[in-house]
């Protein structure tokens, strides 16, 4: 069973910095493209960031752009967010998720984590 497990989530400061992991086990996601995607209260689950399975090609929301950065790691069939400069509109719970040729929709994902959160105070 493939599964999809988040880490790194918590409470800081604007300003601050938190890295996100995801770790998948169960089969190997190296040839799928891997997202985040994130949820606030209220609003719909937006795209944040994906990575192609070569590792070459990223791609960002515009309001995350610059701030944050995403890695994968297949050996360790692990991916990462790195979240500088963090700001109270960041608070959400934040997903990982897998999917052949995904992109930015979340019905392109075949595969989820079950959310980590990340409040940002002010």
Known sequence: QAQ???S??????AGGSLRLSCAASGRTFSSYTLGWFRQA????REF???????G???YYADSVKGRFTISRDDAENTMYLQMNSLKPGDTAVYYCAA???AM???TDYAYWGQGT???VSS
């Open 4 to 6: 999809l497990v988040e």
């Open 8 to 13: 790194g989530g918590g409470l800081v400061q």
């Open 41 to 44: 209260p209220g609003k719909a």
């Open 48 to 54: 944040v960031a994906n990575i192609r399975w070569s």
């Open 56 to 58: 070459s090609r990223t």
């Open 99 to 101: 999917g052949p040729g």
């Open 104 to 106: 930015v929709r979340d």
């Open 117 to 119: 959160q990340v409040t």
